[in-house]
C-alpha cells in the first residue's frame, strides 16, 4: 500500500467513526488514542515514512502533517460539541481576569448563628440542652415560678392569652418546672426558645423574640458559681477584655436576684445583658425538691439583645424582615 | 420613680456626685439612671433684660434676650417669663428634638430671634406650663447642656416590683444609709396624746370588708386655709418631678413622696352624713373622679359616706368630697388596703395612680398610723389648722411580721462568700429589720412592717449579699453533678439541615409566628387566636409558614433581589384536642437559579430545580428512602407529594398563582416545598457507619429507549431498578429526543446505568445479560422499543 493508499484507508475510517461519533467522554478518549495516540493510525502513517525514498519523504511527510491537520480539528470540533459548552472557547477561558460561574450563597440566621454559638459555649461546660412548649398554661409559665394572679410581678411581662389560663409563654423559665417536674435533682441544662411579649413593635422591642435559659440544680451552689459561669460565658462570647458587672435585682422565680451587665465602650455605658439568680425555693417547692438540700441557679438572656450587642444592630426589627441585604452580612 | 438629690440630702449625708450616686443605687439594685442628657444643639443659657407685652396679642410677651454679647427679640407666649430671669435660649439655627429646626419667624407682627423653652420642649419632661426657669448660677452664654449636667438634681429610678418601701425619698435614703454608714435623719411625727378622742364624736368609720381594708386611719382638722404652699414646700416637690397645686394637696403629695405613704384629704363638709363606710361597690354604682371623669364601678373597693360612693378606695378620691379654695374643715384618710384589691380595682378602671402603685406593691400598716400623724403636722404648719384631738383608728386585721430564722450554713452555701456575723447582725439592723443572734450560728429576725418582701431565710440572704456588693462576690466554678452522657442536644439536626440549606445557596429566615386571621387561615387550616391581640395583623398563630417565607420575596422582590432563594425552619401551630406546634422546613424559590455569565446563560427556577435541591438535601442527611410522586394540592399549580416510606413528610411544587393572589402578592413563579421535620429527623443517623468501598471498577452504558410520549420516565426508572440486578448500581434518565422519525408521539430516553460488583470485576457477558434482562422488561412493560 503506497502513502496515498494508506491515507485514504484512514480517512475512510475516520469518516465511519465520525458518524458514530461516541458520546461518551472516555470512548471519545479512546477514538482520540485511536488516530492520534503514541500506537495510533497516525503513528503507523509516520512510521511508513520510513520505507518512502529520500526524495518522496518531504511531499509524503507534508501530505501526512496537513492531513492530521485537517482530521485533528474535525475531531475537535466534533468532540467539543459533544462536551456541550461550545461557549467556553480556549481563549475565554484563558482570559483568568473574567469572574468564575454565578455560583449562588446561602446563609444561616444570625438568630441562629448566636444561639448555636451560646449553646456550644455551655454544652463546653456540660450542660444539656432541652426544649418546650411556647403554649404553655398559666401553672407553667407563672403559678410554679412563684408569679400568682394579681401580683404586680405579672406587669413584668405583658402577655398573650389564648385561654385564661393558657397563653403564649413569656419566658423559656417554663421549661424549669418540666425538667424538675420530670427528673430527679441533680440537673444542668439550657433550654433555647421562642418567647412573646404584648409590647408594641419597635426598634427595641417586637411582639417575640428567642431566649436561652440555664439551670442548674445540685447541692452547695452558691452565687459565686453562678457568677463564675456566668462571667466564663461573657468572655467566650463577647470577648476576653469584657468587663462584666453584677448587680442586685428582683425576679419572682429567684432569691438573690441580680443581673448582669457589661461594659459598652462605644456608648460609654453599662448594657444589660441577662437576668439570674438562686432558684427561689418556693418554686422547688413546687416541684416537689427538698429545699433544704437542693440549691441552685438560674439565668435567661435574650438572643436578639446578645447578638443587637455583639454586631452593633440597632434595631431588632431587621430579624424578622430578613432582607436579603440584611442577611448576607451574616 | 424620680428622686430628688436635694431632698436626700435632707434625710443623709451625701458626699458622692450625682453620677456616684446612681451608681450605688444602682449596685444595691435599686436602678438609678441619670435623666437622659439629650444632646442638645444651639441651646445656650440666655438672660431676659425686658419682657413686656406684646403690641398685638394679649397673651404674648414681647422680650429682650441677652447671650452675654448680644441681645435679641424674642417672641414668647409663657405666663410665667419675667425680666431678669435666666432662661434656656434656642438661637436660631438651633435643633429640637429630632428635627424641629429654630428660624427667624415674625409673630403677630413682631421678629422673633429665637424661642424661650420649656422643660418639654427640650424633652426634659412634661413640663410645659411655662418656661424653664434656671438658677442664679447659671453662667450666660455658656452651653445649656453644661448647666444641666452641673445642676443636676434628680435620678430617675427603675423600681423593682419587690420594692414599694423605695418609692419614697425616706425609703432610698435608708438604703443609702445602710450602704454608706452615714446616719438617716428620719424620725416619724410624735404620736399626739389627747383626754377625750373628740374625733370619735364628729366622724365614724365602718369597714364592711376587714381582708380588703385592714386599716383605716381618720381625723378631723378644722380652720384651715387653703392657699399657696410657702417656697420650700414648692421647691422640693418640684425637684421630685411634682408640680404645686396648693397646701392641702401639696401636703398629701409631700407625705406621699417623703414616707411612701397614699393619704386622702376629703372636705368634711361635703360628706355630710359624717360617715365613712369601706366596700365593695355595687354593679350600677358610679363616681367622677378628681379628674372630672366619671367611672363607672363594678366590683371596685369604694369609699362611701355611709350611702353611695365617694372615692375609690387607694387609687383616686370623688370630685364631690374634694378640696376646694373654700374648704375650712378637712377629713384626713390614711388607709392600709389589700394590695391585690387595689390591684384588681384600678386594673378593671385603667387606672395608674401613685397611690394605686403603692397601695398594689404593698403599703406599710404601720405607715398609715405614721402618715395620719405628719399630715397634721403639716395642716397646722401650712394650712393654719386646728386638730380635733383624737384620732380614728379601725384595725380590724392585724398585720404581723413573723420571725425569721437565718442559719449560718445557709448563708454560706448560698452566698458563696464571707460574710462575718457582724456584718450581718450590723446590715440587717441597718435595715431596721430586729435581729437577735441565738447561739453562735442562727440569727432571729424581725422584718419591718414596710418590707413585705421580707418573708424567708433566702430574703434575708440577699440582703446580706446586697448590701455586702454583688461585685465582691467571687467567681467560681463547681460541678458537684457528674456529667451526663445523654443525648446533649435533640436539636444538633436542625442545624445540619439548616447547614445543608444554606449551602444549596438558601437564605435562612426567623418569621413571626404570629399574623392576621385571614393569612392564618389561607391554606384552609384552623388557627389558634389570641384572646388579647396586639393588633388585628398579628392575632393569630401561624398554621403554615408559607405566607410569611411568600412576604418575605415579596419584600426582597421590591428592593432590588428577585432572585432569592429562602427557607425557615419553625414551628407551626394548630388547634386540635390539644395545642399542636410542629416543626417544619419551608422553602421558597424565585427567579434565577443561575445568573447569566460570560460562560452560560441564566437558568430560571423550575420545578425541577426544586426536586434537584431537595434530592441534594437528603442525600446529605443520608435519608434515602424518600419518594416524590404527583398529587393534587390546593396550594400548587404542579404538586408532588414527598413520602418517605408510606408516610407523606410533606410537598412541593410550583405555588398557584391564587395563593399569592389571596395574599396580595404580585409576582411571576414561585416554588416552594414543606417538610414535617419530626419523621425526617427520626430517619438522620448522626452517628454514622462506614461501608467499605467497592475496589472494583465501575462499567457505565447507555440504553436508549423509545417509548410513548406519556409515559413517566420516572416509572421506566424505577422498572429497571426493580428488575433485581444483584450488579445495577444506578440508573438515571439524561436525554429525552423527540422527532417525528421516531413515530407519532414518541420520544427516545437515553438512560444511563451503572453496573458494578462487590466482589469482582465485571465481564462483558455478565454486563450485557443484564441488560438484555432489562431490555426484555421494559419492553414488554412499557411497549417500548430499544434504539441502537
Known amino acids: 500500500m503506497t502513502i496515498n493508499e494508506s491515507i485514504a484507508s484512514v480517512r475512510k475510517s475516520f469518516r465511519a467513526d465520525l458518524d458514530s461519533f461516541p458520546s461518551d467522554q472516555r470512548e471519545i478518549e ?55 459548552d461550545n461557549k467556553d472557547t480556549d481563549e475565554q477561558s484563558l482570559d483568568l481576569s473574567l469572574p468564575g460561574f454565578p455560583i449562588t450563597n446561602g446563609s444561616i440566621h444570625p438568630l441562629q448563628q448566636t444561639l448555636d454559638e451560646i449553646k456550644n459555649i455551655f454544652k463546653s461546660v456540660g450542660f444539656k440542652v432541652a426544649y418546650g412548649p411556647e403554649i404553655e398554661d398559666d401553672y407553667h409559665n407563672f403559678e410554679a415560678l412563684n408569679i400568682p394572679k394579681h401580683h404586680p410581678a405579672r406587669d413584668m411581662q405583658d402577655t398573650f392569652f389564648v385561654e385564661n389560663d393558657v397563653v403564649l409563654r413569656t419566658h423559656t423559665s417554663n421549661v424549669q418546672i418540666h425538667l424538675m417536674e420530670e427528673q430527679e435533682p441533680p440537673l444542668r441544662y439550657i433550654v433555647p426558645g421562642r418567647v412573646y411579649r404584648n409590647e408594641a413593635v419597635s426598634y427595641k422591642s417586637y411582639c417575640l423574640f428567642h431566649q436561652i435559659e440555664g439551670l442548674y440544680v445540685d447541692k452547695n451552689v452558691s452565687m459565686a458559681d453562678l457568677k463564675g459561669i456566668l462571667n466564663y460565658f461573657v468572655k467566650r462570647f463577647f470577648g476576653e477584655g469584657t468587663t462584666m458587672r453584677f448587680r442586685p435585682s428582683f425576679f419572682p422565680f429567684t432569691e438573690p436576684s441580680a443581673e448582669v451587665d457589661i461594659w459598652d465602650d462605644k456608648r460609654g455605658k453599662w448594657m444589660e445583658i441577662l437576668g439570674c439568680g438562686m432558684v427561689d425555693p418556693n418554686v422547688f417547692d413546687n416541684v416537689g425538691y427538698d429545699s433544704s438540700i437542693w440549691h441552685g441557679y438560674a439565668f435567661g438572656m435574650g438572643i436578639e439583645r446578645m447578638t443587637m450587642l455583639k454586631y452593633g444592630i440597632d434595631d431588632i426589627r431587621l430579624f424578622y424582615q430578613n432582607d436579603v441585604r440584611f442577611l448576607e452580612q451574616f | 420613680m424620680r428622686v430628688s438629690i436635694p431632698w436626700l440630702k435632707t434625710l443623709v449625708d451625701i458626699k458622692q456626685s450625682a453620677a456616684e450616686l446612681a451608681d450605688t443605687l444602682t449596685m444595691l439594685g435599686l436602678e438609678a439612671e441619670m435623666p437622659d442628657n439629650a444632646s442638645f444643639s444651639g441651646i445656650i443659657v440666655g438672660k431676659v433684660l425686658k419682657a413686656d407685652k406684646h403690641p398685638n396679642a394679649d397673651r404674648l410677651s414681647l422680650c429682650t434676650v441677652s447671650d452675654g454679647k448680644e441681645e435679641y427679640q424674642v417672641v414668647c407666649g409663657a405666663p410665667n417669663v419675667a425680666a431678669e430671669q435666666f432662661i434656656p435660649f434656642a438661637t436660631v439655627g438651633a435643633v429640637l428634638g429630632d428635627d424641629f429646626i429654630i428660624k427667624k419667624s415674625k409673630i403677630r407682627g413682631e421678629v422673633s430671634f429665637g424661642m424661650i423653652c420649656s422643660e418639654r420642649e427640650l424633652g426634659l419632661s412634661d413640663e410645659h406650663e411655662g418656661i424653664m426657669v434656671l438658677n442664679e448660677h447659671a453662667k450666660i452664654g455658656s452651653d445649656f447642656a453644661d448647666y444641666l449636667s ?12 419587690n420594692r414599694p418601701d423605695c418609692m419614697s425619698h425616706v425609703g432610698v435614703a435608708r438604703e443609702i444609709s445602710v450602704k454608706t454608714g452615714q446616719e438617716l435623719k428620719f424620725t416619724y411625727a410624735e404620736k399626739r396624746q389627747f383626754k377625750k378622742n373628740e374625733v370619735a364624736d364628729i366622724l365614724s368609720v365602718n369597714i364592711d370588708d376587714k381582708n380588703c381594708c385592714p386599716r383605716y386611719v381618720a381625723g378631723v382638722v378644722k380652720n384651715i386655709t387653703v392657699g399657696p404652699s410657702p417656697d420650700w414646700m414648692r421647691e422640693i416637690l418640684e425637684t421630685a418631678g411634682q408640680r404645686s397645686i396648693n397646701n392641702i394637696v401639696d401636703i398629701s403629695n409631700y407625705v406621699l413622696l417623703e414616707m411612701g405613704h397614699p393619704t386622702h384629704i376629703f372636705d368634711y363638709d361635703k360628706v355630710p352624713s359624717h360617715t365613712i363606710g369601706i366596700r365593695k361597690a355595687k354593679k350600677g354604682e358610679h363616681v ?7 367611672r363607672k364601678l363594678t366590683d371596685q373597693l369604694v369609699i362611701t359616706d355611709g350611702k353611695k360612693p365617694i372615692a375609690i378606695a387607694g387609687v383616686m378620691g370623688g370630685l364631690d368630697s374634694a378640696v376646694t379654695d373654700t374648704t375650712s374643715t378637712v377629713l384626713i384618710e390614711s388607709a392600709y388596703f389589700d394590695p391585690i384589691t ?136 463547681h460541678y458537684g453533678g457528674l456529667y451526663d452522657l445523654a443525648e446533649v442536644d435533640p436539636e444538633d439536626v436542625l442545624s445540619l439541615i439548616s447547614n445543608t440549606m444554606s449551602g444549596l445557596g438558601f437564605r435562612q429566615c426567623y418569621l413571626n409566628s404570629l399574623t392576621d386571621e385571614n393569612t392564618a387561615g389561607i391554606l384552609g387550616k384552623h388557627s389558634i387566636p389570641m384572646k388579647n391581640p396586639l393588633s388585628a395583623t398579628l392575632s393569630h398563630l401561624r398554621t403554615s409558614l408559607f405566607p410569611g417565607l411568600l412576604q418575605t420575596v415579596n419584600y426582597n422582590i421590591r428592593n432590588g433581589n428577585s432572585n432569592v432563594n429562602l427557607f425557615e425552619i419553625g414551628k407551626e401551630y394548630n388547634s386540635g384536642k390539644e395545642y399542636g406546634e410542629v416543626y417544619h422546613l419551608t422553602g421558597v424559590m424565585h427567579g434565577e437559579w443561575l445568573n447569566k455569565s460570560a460562560h452560560n446563560n441564566e437558568q430560571q427556577q423550575s420545578i425541577h430545580s426544586l426536586k434537584g435541591i431537595l434530592e441534594a438535601l437528603f442525600k446529605r442527611l443520608n435519608v434515602n428512602a ?163
Open chain 1, 30 to 84: 479512546l477514538l482520540r488514542s485511536k488516530y492520534f495516540g503514541r500506537k495510533g493510525l497516525f503513528a503507523g502513517l509516520y512510521k511508513k515514512l520510513a520505507v518512502v525514498s529520500n526524495k518522496e519523504k518531504p511531499k509524503s511527510g507534508q501530505a501526512i502533517n496537513a492531513f492530521k491537520i485537517e482530521l485533528q480539528s474535525e475531531f475537535e470540533e466534533k468532540a467539543s460539541l459533544i462536551s456541550g
Open chain 2, 150 to 161: 452641673s445642676n443636676l438634681d434628680y435620678l430617675e429610678i427603675d423600681l423593682t416590683p
Open chain 2, 288 to 294: 367622677t373622679t378628681l379628674d372630672e371623669e366619671k
Open chain 2, 342 to 477: 387595689i390591684r384588681r380595682g384600678a386594673k378593671s378602671l385603667g387606672m395608674f395612680t401613685e397611690a394605686s402603685k403603692r397601695f398594689e406593691r404593698g403599703a406599710d400598716p404601720k405607715g398609715a398610723e405614721n402618715a395620719y400623724w405628719r399630715v397634721v403636722v403639716l395642716l397646722e404648719e401650712l394650712a393654719g389648722g386646728e386638730w380635733i384631738p383624737g384620732i380614728i383608728d379601725e384595725y380590724p386585721k392585724k398585720i404581723s411580721q413573723n420571725s425569721i430564722t437565718l442559719t449560718r450554713e445557709k448563708i454560706d452555701i448560698l452566698s458563696g462568700c464571707e460574710l462575718s456575723d457582724t456584718f450581718v447582725t450590723d446590715t440587717l439592723s441597718n435595715l431596721d429589720i430586729e435581729v437577735k443572734k441565738d447561739g453562735s450560728n442562727k440569727w432571729t429576725c424581725i422584718p419591718p412592717s414596710f418590707r413585705p418582701d421580707l418573708e424567708r431565710e433566702v430574703d434575708l440572704i440577699e440582703e446580706c449579699c446586697r448590701v455586702y456588693g454583688y461585685d465582691k462576690i467571687h467567681s467560681s466554678f
Open chain 2, 626 to 788: 424518600v419518594e416524590f410522586a404527583k398529587a393534587d394540592h390546593n396550594h400548587y399549580d404542579f404538586g408532588l407529594s414527598i413520602s418517605l416510606g408510606k408516610t407523606v413528610i410533606g410537598n412541593c411544587g410550583k405555588l398557584k398563582k391564587s395563593l399569592l393572589d389571596d395574599l396580595d402578592l404580585d409576582m411571576d413563579a414561585v416554588f416552594g416545598f414543606d417538610i414535617e421535620l419530626k419523621p425526617v429527623t427520626k430517619e438522620i443517623q448522626l452517628v454514622k457507619k462506614y461501608a467499605a468501598i467497592i475496589p472494583y471498577p465501575k462499567v457505565d452504558r447507555d440504553m436508549n429507549f423509545v417509548l410513548d410520549q406519556e409515559i413517566d420516565t420516572g416509572d421506566v426508572t424505577k422498572a429497571m431498578k426493580n428488575t433485581n440486578s444483584k450488579i445495577l448500581l444506578s440508573v438515571k434518565p439524561v436525554d429525552i429526543f423527540q422527532h417525528e422519525s421516531l413515530g407519532e408521539n414518541k420520544k427516545s430516553v437515553t438512560f444511563h446505568l451503572e453496573f458494578q460488583s462487590a466482589v469482582k470485576t465485571l465481564e462483558e457477558a455478565e454486563i450485557n445479560s443484564a441488560m438484555n434482562d432489562i431490555t426484555a422488561i421494559i419492553t414488554k412493560q412499557f411497549d417500548a422499543k430499544l434504539r441502537d
